[in-house]
């Protein structure tokens, strides 16, 4: 038998798994959270036929399942056309490489005879998660992130309170991990796409 609690952690699953698939189809997480979406309709599955006495109760049960199911409908689009754009700008890179070859070696040897600056890229290092700027470093980040996702039509991204959010919780795993280092958060564009990098290195 289902209870009250039950359905309230069901809930709160469910919109914890959004914000994940949010920040995935954002470009900020690599990995798509398939495995807590898996786990939740499991879950599910599994109390298909549960018994919820209360009659309000068991309409929300039953709304919130039409609500992942609906979720789970939209998060295989967005993944499939992710995807499909993925392949799309593979095709096109094969299909340039032949004429791009063919002026390598000429580009390069420009390239060695007269060296270009490597390009600036903005950044924003973190010291530790009581650095005192942390908001205002965040914020640039955040900027950085929104204008790359602007200039290449991907529209707007997460607010900048779940942005910073993601940016702390990847710092206290750094940090963790690399105790006593600093964290340097960079975006930069692959593929057409916006991304978030994070790099740990020794203190200077």
Same mark, same amino acid.
């Given at each position: 038998?289902?209870?009250?609690?039950?359905?309230?952690? %069901?809930?709160?699953?469910?919109?914890?798994?959004?914000?994940?698939?949010?920040?995935?189809?954002?470009?900020?997480?690599?990995?798509?959270?398939?495995? =807590?979406?898996?786990?939740?309709?499991?879950?599910?599955?599994?109390?298909?036929?549960?018994?919820?006495?209360?009659?309000?109760?068991?309409?929300?049960?039953?709304?919130?399942?039409?609500?992942?199911?609906?979720?789970?409908?939209?998060?295989?689009?967005?993944?499939?056309?992710?995807? /499909?754009?993925?392949?799309?700008?593979?095709?096109?890179?094969?299909?340039?490489?032949?004429?791009?070859?063919?002026?390598?070696?000429?580009?390069?040897?420009?390239?060695?005879?007269?060296?270009?600056?490597?390009?600036?890229?903005? =950044?924003?290092?973190?010291?530790?998660? /009581?650095?005192?700027? %942390?908001?205002?470093?965040?914020?640039?980040?955040?900027?950085?992130?929104?204008?790359?996702?602007?200039?290449?039509?991907?529209?707007? =991204?997460?607010?900048?309170?779940?942005?910073?959010?993601?940016?702390?919780?990847? %710092?206290?795993?750094?940090?963790?991990?690399?105790? =006593?280092?600093?964290?340097?958060?960079?975006?930069?564009?692959?593929?057409?796409?916006?991304?978030?990098?994070?790099?740990?290195?020794?203190?200077?």
């Amino acid at each position: 038998m289902l209870k009250e609690e039950d359905i309230k952690s %069901l809930e709160e699953r469910i919109n914890i798994l959004k914000k994940d698939y949010d920040l995935f189809l954002a470009g900020i997480l690599k990995l798509e959270p398939y495995k =807590g979406r898996e786990e939740l309709g499991k879950w599910i599955r599994g109390h298909t036929a549960s018994e919820i006495v209360n009659s309000s109760l068991r309409f929300k049960y039953n709304s919130l399942v039409a609500k992942f199911n609906s979720f789970n409908n939209y998060w295989d689009r967005m993944v499939r056309l992710r995807e /499909e754009a993925r392949a799309k700008i593979w095709d096109k890179n094969a299909a340039t490489h032949a004429s791009q070859t063919a002026t390598s070696a000429a580009a390069a040897t420009a390239a060695a005879a007269h060296p270009k600056p490597a390009p600036r890229q903005n =950044g924003s290092v973190f010291l530790s998660l /009581e650095d005192k700027d %942390l908001e205002a470093k965040a914020k640039k980040v955040f900027d950085d992130f929104t204008a790359a996702r602007a200039k290449t039509g991907e529209g707007a =991204g997460p607010d900048f309170a779940r942005f910073k959010s993601t940016i702390e919780k990847q %710092l206290q795993g750094l940090f963790d991990r690399a105790p =006593g280092s600093e964290v340097e958060f960079k975006v930069a564009v692959e593929n057409g796409k916006a991304k978030l990098k994070a790099v740990a290195r020794t203190k200077s």
